[in-house]
């Protein structure tokens, strides 16, 4: 079972990225996905998630309108597209699979976003 993330990097402010992660090991359609964030001596949070069933997606408040959560089903994979970064944005961004029932959680090992100028 893998979760690897990738898309990271240095961004000025104002601009945009898309986050990738790539799942395998586990029927991927079936889960919850979320991706979720740590800045630097900061706790996790959750940024933004998509269910397996009608894919209905929920974001912080702080990303609303900035970022948009998707998945590909055939693909394997979910994304986060993040437009209009702000330097508060810089993270490590992770991504999360779970299932209620038979219970599994996954994480991957997270990409680095740094928005700075």
């Known amino acids: 079972v893998q979760l690897v993330e990738s898309g990271g990097g240095l961004v000025q402010p104002g601009g945009s990225l898309r986050l990738s992660c790539a799942a395998s090991?586990?029927?991927?359609?079936?889960?919850?996905v979320k991706w979720n964030r740590q800045a630097p001596g900061k706790e996790r949070e959750l940024v933004a998630s998509?269910?397996?069933?009608?894919?209905?997606?929920n974001y912080a408040d702080s990303v609303k309108g900035r970022f948009t959560i998707s998945r590909d089903n055939f693909k394997n994979t979910v994304y986060l597209q993040m437009n209009n970064l702000k330097p508060e944005d810089t993270a490590v961004y992770s991504c999360?699979?779970?299932?209620?029932?038979?219970?599994?959680?996954?994480w991957g090992k997270g990409t680095l976003v740094t928005v700075s100028s």
């Open positions: 090991g586990f029927t991927f359609r079936n889960y919850d």
């Open positions: 998509s269910t397996s069933i009608g894919g209905r997606t």
């Open positions: 999360n699979a779970k299932q209620e029932w038979p219970p599994r959680d996954y």
